[in-house]
């Protein structure tokens, strides 16, 4: 089984300036440390792949974890991990609640695999520690900038 990680806003101007590094640093611990100790209902076994999806939208207030989806040709199980935008937006370093609410909701999920809430906390306080404050996973802003001076409109 292997974890990999995504986000999907579906509301226009509703999203956390958050580095996608963050989101790969989980889904390296996930896949070293948990990923062999997952216990698939009957339903599930034969997957591949978790898919964690971050969303939100702004009414988004607590944490959710809403799945399984299952795709059987694909074979990946996907999670969608609804993380409180408020809470995390106007906080001064989005990171900080961000790695928390994600953690909340994985531990809500990955409680239902057979994983102990003790080694997911465990895992987040690594993940802090190596991202807070590390300029190497500050958020950038990779909006395109588009030069039209050349263009006659």
């Not at 339903?43 to 999806?53: A, C, H, N, T």
């Not at 937006?89 to 409680?111: G, H």
Request: hydrophobic residues 40%; proline residues 4%; contains cysteine.
């Amino acid at each position: 089984m292997q974890f990999f990680t995504s986000s999907l806003y579906a509301e226009v101007n509703c999203f956390f300036s958050v580095s996608y590094k963050i989101d790969i640093e989980i889904e390296k611990a996930l896949n070293k440390q948990i990923s062999s100790e997952l216990r698939l209902p009957p339903k599930e076994e034969g997957f591949e792949y978790i898919s964690l999806m971050v969303s939100t939208s702004s009414k988004t207030v607590e944490v959710e974890a809403k799945g399984p989806g299952l795709d059987k040709k694909e074979e990946i199980i996907t999670w969608a991990l609804w993380l409180p935008y408020d809470e995390i937006t106007s906080a001064p370093s989005q990171e900080v609640p961000y790695i928390k609410f994600y953690f909340d909701a994985i531990v809500l999920l990955l409680e239902r695999y057979g994983i102990e809430e003790k080694s997911l906390r465990a895992i987040q306080h690594e993940i802090e520690q190596k991202v807070i404050g590390n300029s190497e996973f500050d958020y950038v802003d990779n909006k395109i900038k588009y030069d039209l001076t050349d263009f006659d409109f």
